[in-house]
Nanobody, 126 residues
Framework: VQLQASGGGLVQAGGSLRLSCAASGRTSSTYGMGWFRQVPGKEREFVAA?????????YADSVKGRFTISRDNAKNTVVYLQMNSLKPEDTAVYYC???????????????????WGQGTLVTVSS
């Protein structure tokens, strides 16, 4: 399983970015996906997750109302994280992840994710 994250960059506070994560190597359309982020010296934290159909999502309180996770299963599975009203505290390396087991609900617990992308850096300037 390979996960390729992209879309990070430098943006001013209040701006927007859209991250993408392309999944390959298995029937990715039957697996949920999640986004996590990590600041150097801190633990990786949950950001958002989506189930395999795209019909069920969950978010960390810190991003609720600002970030939107979605997916496109049409050809190859791509999961997006639309980030609006960005704040300096959103600065981090963002990772997409896919769980061990197919179907199921969106997972908040990082230990349930078996595969991780390489990370993409998001920097929000004040």
């Amino acid at each position: 399983v390979q996960l390729q994250a992209s879309g990070g960059g430098l943006v001013q506070a209040g701006g927007s970015l859209r991250l993408s994560c392309a999944a390959s190597g298995r029937t990715s359309s039957t697996y949920g996906m999640g986004w996590f982020r990590q600041v150097p010296g801190k633990e990786r934290e949950f950001v958002a997750a989506i189930n395999w159909t795209g019909g069920n999502t969950c978010y960390a309180d810190s991003v609720k109302g600002r970030f939107t996770i979605s997916r496109d299963n049409a050809k190859n599975t791509v999961v997006y994280l639309q980030m609006n009203s960005l704040k300096p505290e959103d600065t981090a390396v963002y990772y997409c992840a896919s769980p061990r087991n197919p179907y199921g609900s969106p997972y908040v617990d990082s230990s349930l994710y078996a595969f991780w992308g390489q990370g993409t850096l998001v920097t929000v300037s004040s």
